[in-house]
């Protein structure tokens, strides 16, 4: 059973930074693409970011130049470093994963960590 495990979220004040984690059991190499989600109050889940296996990302709008995403396959850990952070960054940050299987192939999900950007 795939299991992801996010970690580092807290509170910060505005212009300030913080580094999500998030580890996976086994090999991310199984995954074609890792990212990181976010659903703030009374909003939709909206993509922040992704990265696929070959090191290719995109980014939301709205964070582009201050959010990084990176893996490291070795730890089986994808990272999203987040700096400038504003108060319409608090939400809470999913990390999600995909891999083919199906019809649409498969989706799995982290449990999620607070994100709270104090102005």
């Known amino acids: 059973q795939v299991q992801l495990v996010e970690s580092g979220g807290g509170l910060v004040q505005a212009g300030g930074s913080l580094r999500l984690s998030c580890a996976a059991s086994?090999?991310?190499?199984?995954?074609?693409?890792m990212g990181w989600y976010r659903q703030a109050p009374g909003k939709q889940r909206e993509l922040v970011t992704r990265i696929t296996s070959g090191g290719s990302t995109n980014y939301a709008g709205s964070v582009k130049g201050r959010f990084t995403i990176s893996r490291d396959n070795a730890k089986n850990t994808v990272y999203l470093q987040m700096n400038s952070l504003k108060p319409e960054d608090t939400a809470v940050y999913y990390c999600h994963a995909w891999m083919p299987g199906g019809p649409v192939g498969v989706d799995y999900w982290g449990q999620g960590t607070q994100v709270t950007v104090s102005s």
């Open positions: 086994g090999s991310i190499l199984r995954f074609n693409v």
